[in-house]
Nanobody, 114 residues
């Protein structure tokens, strides 16, 4: 089992910034990918950014240039730095860990409004 604990959500005005964190613990394999997804109200969950344990990163076009995924190997923590936030970024944000298994965090709410 792998446990994921997220933090850092909240409310922010348009143009603002937030940092999300996700710490993984448990029986992690040597090779894995961690990622951030979000689910806006009434919509499907979408992949935003991923990072492999080797450091390779990928981003969805909708967040490229505004969001940055990073990791701290020492604490098995990944981060999502979100800048220039817009109302359409309002969603529940989820962390995911995948090797041959997939685990999800509990989700953290991000609300962007004036």
């Amino acid at each position: 089992q792998v446990q994921l604990v997220e933090s850092g959500g909240g409310s922010v005005q348009p143009g603002g910034s937030l940092r999300l964190s996700c710490r993984a613990s448990g029986s992690m394999f040597f090779t894995y990918v961690m990622a951030w997804h979000r689910q806006p109200p009434g919509k499907q969950r979408e992949l935003l950014a991923s990072i492999s344990n080797g450091g390779s990163r990928d981003y969805a076009d909708s967040v490229k240039g505004r969001f940055t995924i990073s990791r701290d190997h020492a604490t098995n923590t990944i981060y999502l730095d979100m800048n220039n936030l817009m109302p359409e970024d309002t969603a529940v944000y989820y962390c995911r860990y995948s090797d041959r298994r997939t685990y999800w965090g509990q989700g953290t709410q991000v609300t962007v409004s004036a």
